[in-house]
């Protein structure tokens, strides 16, 4: 698996939170590559999966994730699964983002 990709892929999870479809528009790649790369994440401990529906309407308010959940925006009425980036995850992308100082 491409490191750019995953560090792209956690950078983009560490915005927002997304499913497969919606994160493989934005890395611009088929959503069967994006399936591999959330698997590999996932088992790296990077990225958690989340199961989102409507019996957690309830808990929204209480949500770390609610402000970027695609369920709480569009009010969705059907179960959907989201990834969201672990501490891990963003510890990945600290160590292996570059960081530029201006003089």
């Not at 699964?81 to 201006?102: F, W």
């Amino acid at each position: 698996m491409n490191h750019e990709l995953r560090v792209k892929a956690l950078k983009l999870l560490n915005s927002c939170v997304f499913t497969i479809d919606t994160l493989a528009s934005k890395l611009g790649v088929d959503k069967y590559v994006v399936k591999e790369l959330i698997d590999y994440l996932i088992i790296r401990g990077y990225v958690n999966e989340v199961k989102v529906g409507p019996e957690c309407r309830s808990k929204c308010a209480t949500c770390r994730i609610a402000k970027s959940c695609p369920f709480y925006k569009l009010n969705l009425n059907t179960k959907i699964k989201i990834y969201v980036i672990t501490e891990k995850g963003m510890d990945y992308i600290k160590k292996y983002t570059k960081v530029s100082y201006s003089s």
